[in-house]
């Protein structure tokens, strides 16, 4: 789409458009809760305007270092639980961020709704700028959005290599 600009976008139109944001939710937990909800916080302005403006907002980000392990402790589910109650609205939960469980879970979002993707890094090429794993391959997203911080601008991972997968529905 060539949009730079959260604006941009939203003055494209997105409703029932599906919208594939890499957020940075890599908050601290305590006994399976958010400890601090901070950068949750941070990312409700662009989430809310996605979904006030219908979008199918699919959210991607990565918690701690388990190193293309899959750890419970390292879910995303207790971020997903936080960020409801932080949107005043439900946000569903995807076991995984590639593969047919979450194609199934994109398809079944609803307009002004919002599914968070399971830890990217559960899977090593995340990590490793491998172009066989992209979340927005999965998600066959209209567009990506998200800030260019944290792990948006390192060298790894689907950020700099995800654009070209990314194409319209």
């Known amino acids: 789409m060539g949009v730079q600009t959260l604006d941009g976008l939203l003055a494209q139109g997105v409703r029932g458009q599906r919208v594939f944001v ?51 402790a390292l879910s995303l589910r207790p971020v997903a639980a936080r960020l409801a109650k932080l949107l005043g609205a439900g946000v569903a939960f995807c076991d995984e961020c590639v593969g047919e469980s979450a194609r199934s879970a994109i398809d079944e979002l609803g307009d002004g709704r919002v599914l968070l993707l399971e830890n990217l890094r559960f899977h090593a090429g995340e990590e490793r700028n491998d172009p066989d794993f992209s979340p927005s391959q999965t998600s066959t997203s209209m567009t990506r959005s998200g800030p260019r911080t944290g792990p948006t601008r390192r060298p790894w991972g689907w950020p700099p290599i995800s654009t070209a997968w990314l194409r319209a529905i």
């Open 22 to 72: 890499r957020a940075d939710l890599n908050v601290p937990l305590r006994d399976g809760a958010v400890a601090d909800d901070s950068r949750l916080c941070a990312s409700l302005p662009t989430l809310r305007r996605l979904c006030e403006a219908g979008a199918r907002v699919i959210v991607a980000s990565h918690l701690g270092r388990p190193k293309g392990q899959r750890m419970a």
